[in-house]
């Protein structure tokens, strides 16, 4: 097992947008990978750059036609109306932009990289993965490809299994479900908001008989995270007993976040990180969601930190704390900013009681055989 952890990025994050009103038109990977390396947490004998998936390692899962209208769309700016019906491209969320093929093949590449490194065993971290809701034809939830579901598959494809895949955003993984819908090698397991976008994943939902869902109600606070994760997710997985683990590490649930409903701090992430690292001897954590430049890049680096063995500090670095400081994001929340967001890498703690609507949730899902 290699001695220590690695960090996957790539500059094409750094000036790549959206669109100047997308919610990802904010700057995330870069910025997580700049604080990391502002708090002298990145030796560059740690770091990985992405590689650029090909065509071919795409259509593992992706349709080629639509690996090819991707690409296509990218080169012309622009799409023809049946493709973007077909396909959902330049519409709901999912919008043409000078890199919408590249950034998002090169994501599938650090997935692909990140199973490469992980074959004898290790940990990885790749922020920019976590596409968890694209579909093998068509984009979906701001998600051109689903680099989850090809990071599975690579690790099924040599010979590694059973594996198991947790999902901590604030929205349902419906497209890595959908992907392994009743295949008994893979465990998905997904906390997520009830009834927020796409609106799927009840606790009833087995996705086949080898998914379990954990539908939470909004204001989630951390003693309640803390309490799914001890009472179901870290059981779960423990009894499964994966040879492979990869975690979805969405930031979208944090109280600071506009996507959601929920109130988590950046702790209650890392504490189910540290939780679900010793379970299996090869673990990939990804990223996901999170429309907060400040504390996306907080909570990922906070994530690094924790694989990496880093005490958080309790003030940042003179440096780490100017380079937050030089962040801007277009969004009533960030106009004024709170001190905070630039001084510190842990949110305030939230807990609170464990409402009796999350016990249920838990009760059912552990429940079902």
């Not at 990885?124 to 979906?140: I, L």
């Not at 819908?181 to 009840?202: A, F, K, N, Q, Y």
Request: glycine share 10%; charged share 20%; hydrophobic share 40%.
């Amino acid at each position: 097992m290699p001695d220590a952890p690695l960090f996957i990025a790539h500059e094409i994050y750094r000036n790549s947008r959206y669109g100047t009103t997308h919610p990802l038109s904010i700057p995330r990977v870069s910025a997580c990978m700049d604080l990391v390396r502002a708090l002298g947490w990145l030796p560059e004998s740690q770091f990985v750059e992405s590689p650029q998936a090909s065509p071919e390692a795409l259509a593992r899962f992706h349709d080629p036609a639509y690996v090819a209208a991707l690409h296509a769309a990218e080169v012309a700016q622009a799409v023809p109306e049946v493709l973007r019906e077909r396909h959902n491209i330049g519409v709901n969320g999912n919008p043409i932009y000078p890199e919408m093929y590249r950034r998002p093949a090169t994501a599938c590449g650090g997935t692909l990289k990140a199973v490469d490194l992980v074959l004898g065993g290790g940990v990885v971290h790749h922020p920019a993965g976590g596409t968890h809701h694209g579909r093998p034809d068509r984009a979906n939830g701001f998600c051109y490809f689903n680099d989850p579901v090809l990071g599975l598959l690579a690790l099924l494809d040599a010979g590694i299994a059973p594996l198991a895949y947790v999902d901590l955003d604030a929205h349902h993984g419906d497209g890595v479900q959908d992907a392994f819908h009743g295949d008994p090698r893979v465990l998905v397991i997904s906390i997520h908001e009830r009834d927020r976008w796409p609106r799927t994943g009840p606790e009833t939902d087995r996705g086949g008989g080898w998914a379990r869902n954990l539908p939470m109600p909004t204001e989630l606070n951390d003693s309640e995270h803390a309490w799914v994760m001890d009472n179901a997710v870290l059981a779960l997985v423990s009894a499964w007993k994966p040879e492979a683990l990869v975690v979805q590490c969405g930031a979208d649930g944090l109280a600071d976040d506009p996507q959601s409903r929920m109130e988590l701090s950046n702790g209650a992430l890392w504490r189910a990180v540290s939780g679900l690292l010793p379970l299996a001897p090869r673990v990939i954590l990804l990223g996901g969601g999170g429309y907060n430049p400040w504390s996306v890049a907080r909570c990922w680096a906070g994530i690094w930190g924790t694989v990496a063995g880093q005490a958080i500090p309790s003030r940042l670095p003179a440096e780490a704390e100017s380079l937050l400081r030089t962040v801007h994001w277009n969004h009533r929340r960030g106009r004024t900013p709170p001190e905070h967001w630039f001084t510190t890498l842990a949110d305030p703690p939230n807990p609170g009681p464990v409402r009796a609507d999350v016990k249920r949730v838990v009760e059912t899902v552990m429940g079902i055989g």
